[in-house]
């Protein structure tokens, strides 16, 4: 579990692959529902602290923030100009949405400051990110427990793979690494 919540952590401030990817991971392993839906507690747990830790930083140092954000694979102006647009727009429904569209989390953590207070960042985005953890895990905890069940866990794992290269070779198409 502290693997689940490092890479929530770690992808809220500086990471380019979703935690999605770990809980629906964990999902295909386990047996036991409450596991799946304990390891997204644990996540959005680090996740929180992240977008905390970020939303901190940037009310300090917003230029730097934003800098090292443009940094990060797959981050680019484009989309930081996209997060306050949309932050000014309506900051609710930016916060809410904006986990659910490709738009990562750290780039509205490092908008927020300007926008909002952190009770209200917190409040609006940590369930947006926990319904996408809950909903991506659930259906590969599904699938793996009672779709495919003649699979072995080996076959599940490369379907898994699979998946996720197939959904990263997509997202680095439209939004380039470099």
């Known amino acids: 579990m502290m693997l689940v919540f490092i890479w929530g952590f770690s992808e809220a401030v500086w990471f380019f692959i979703i935690p999605d990817v770990i809980l629906s991971l964990h999902a295909l392993r386990t047996k036991k529902f409450k596991y799946v839906l304990y390891a997204n507690l644990i996540c959005v747990t680090g996740a929180a602290a992240g977008g905390v830790y970020v939303f901190i930083w940037s009310s300090l140092d917003a230029g730097r923030a934003e800098a090292f954000m443009t940094g990060i694979p797959a981050v680019h102006d484009y989309m930081i100009e996209h997060v306050h647009r949309a932050m000014t727009d309506s900051i609710l429904t930016a916060l809410i949405?904006?986990?659910?569209?490709?738009?990562?989390?750290?780039?509205?953590?490092?908008?927020?400051p300007e926008y909002t207070g952190i009770v209200l960042f917190l409040l609006f985005t940590v369930p947006a990110r926990l319904l996408r953890f809950i909903a991506v895990s659930t259906v590969a905890f599904v699938l793996s427990s009672y779709v495919f069940t003649t699979l072995s866990g080996r076959l599940k794992i490369i379907i898994w793979c699979c998946v996720w290269i197939t959904v990263y070779f997509i997202y680095f198409s439209i939004h380039s690494p470099f």
């Open 97 to 112: 949405t904006g986990p659910l569209f490709g738009v990562p989390y750290k780039l509205f953590a490092a908008a927020a």
